[in-house]
């Protein structure tokens, strides 16, 4: 069975009850988008998401340095996206901004277009490879939400909207995290782990992606134990996969490192990034959408023997305490602006969790993360012939090529904490 990855975010509003009013009626989406979508359209947004995902990583590694780091930086985006429909004022702008869009340059309509087509994009089947992408918010019963926002979340996020009893907050949360659990396979559970009585509204996004390799290792090479470096001279034990195959293979002198590209069957590939020792913090600060176009013109295809851990993590974060680090400020406080969402009601966002899981197989992989105790480029059977073995922390990669977009984003520091 070819592995899979998945991520969920979602967002909490607070809501002072002020009022008891009769459920707003979900808006129906509007016409159809026109199955012939511009590429324009994506690389208006996916250049500023790359720079974001990176942000986002830098600021991770900070809060948790020496651990693995794996999320999905496109469910991140299109959540705060969708949010920014129903933000007003400073709060917009900020979350906007701190996206990595400039206003003046990009208008708000067009980010949102944008947004649209990436949605619209990802949930095509492809051949050998699913990939999903879904939204849903959650909402109070007794919140009367904007017409406006809930015809653009709709039209424009594909979204999903459900009526949802806060004052029992066990069932609340029961429903919520079913509903997750559901739409990623089984691999997201308990999401949420608590909600607040005064909850109005969840926002969920979740993102399912399963592929296999277009060429996969084979079982039979794998070594059951093989030494993984996890620190200064500590090392733990995990099946290596191998394979000698014809792959998209390069040096970058300027960072110090190799980089690997795998493909999969369908429009994914994943990057396998290995520093130079002691090189790890230059490489992770150098990360940016201008990076991977460097990267994509850098790599060309030659004899690679290569060595990959099979193994499985995941991770989770709060981002509520990440994000205004990052610029999110009013959001999260009392000077947040949310009446495009309810205009009778003052919200703001008490929570955002974000959970991905990973799991890298002989028959498919959607991340890879470790690196080698030595850093092995060598001529085995003369110069057509390469030897990289990642034993040691390692940076990876995971991109819808259609849309260049950064599906998943992490680091392996140790590949046997799940």
């Known amino acids: 069975m070819a592995s899979s990855l998945y991520g969920a975010l979602f967002l909490v509003g607070l809501c002072a009850p002020i009022y008891c009013a009769p459920p707003a009626k979900v808006a129906s989406g509007g016409p159809p988008h026109p199955s012939s979508i511009k590429r324009s359209l994506s690389s208006q947004v996916s250049s500023p998401n790359a720079d974001f995902a990176f942000r986002l990583y830098r600021r991770l590694v900070l809060e948790a340095p020496g651990r693995n780091i794996f999320f999905s930086p496109m469910s991140v985006s299109a959540s705060l996206a969708m949010l ?26 067009a980010i949102h277009r944008g947004f649209q087509n990436l949605v619209r994009s990802l949930t095509v ?38 009526s949802t009893d806060f004052s029992n907050t066990a069932t609340a949360q029961a429903r919520i995290n079913s509903y997750v659990e559901k739409e990623t396979r089984g691999k997201v559970v308990d999401l949420i782990q608590s909600l607040d009585p005064l909850t109005a509204m969840v926002l969920v996004n979740h993102i399912f992606f399963k592929a296999k390799w277009e060429k996969p290792f084979n079982p039979a090479d794998t070594k059951k134990s093989f030494p993984f470096l996890v620190g200064k001279g500590a090392t733990v034990h995990v099946p290596m996969m191998h394979q000698m195959e014809e792959l998209a293979f390069g040096v970058d002198p300027e960072l110090n490192c190799f980089v690997l590209q795998m493909n999969y069957r369908g429009d994914a590939v994943a990057f396998f990034v290995l520093p130079s020792k002691g090189k790890m913090r230059q490489l992770e600060q150098a990360l940016s959408a201008r990076t991977l176009r460097k990267w994509s013109h850098l790599l060309q295809k030659r004899w690679i023997e290569v060595s990959i851990p099979k193994f499985s993590i995941s991770a989770s974060y709060d981002l509520e305490t990440i994000l205004p680090k990052m610029g999110f400020c009013n959001a999260f406080d009392k000077s947040a602006d949310f009446s495009g969402i309810a205009k009778r009601d003052s919200l703001q966002v008490s929570k955002a969790t974000h959970k991905a899981v990973l799991d890298v197989s002989e028959e ?21 012939h390469h030897t990289v073995s990642f034993n040691r922390t390692f940076l990876m990669v995971i991109m819808n090529e259609a849309t260049e977009s950064i599906l998943f984003l992490g680091k392996v520091e140790n590949p046997t904490k799940s």
């Open 84 to 109: 920014s429909l129903g933000a007003r004022s400073a709060t917009k702008a900020q979350i906007l901004q701190g996206l990595g869009f400039n206003l003046t340059c990009t208008p708000e309509p």
């Open 125 to 162: 089947p492809g051949k050998g490879l699913s990939l999903q992408m879904g939204s849903v918010l959650f909402v109070k019963r007794e919140l009367q939400l904007q017409p406006s926002f809930l015809d653009d979340v709709n039209r424009l996020y594909e979204a999903k909207v459900f």
């Open 364 to 384: 498919g992989t959607e991340a890879v993360a470790a690196s080698a105790t030595k850093l092995v480029v060598r001529s085995k059977d003369g110069p057509s």
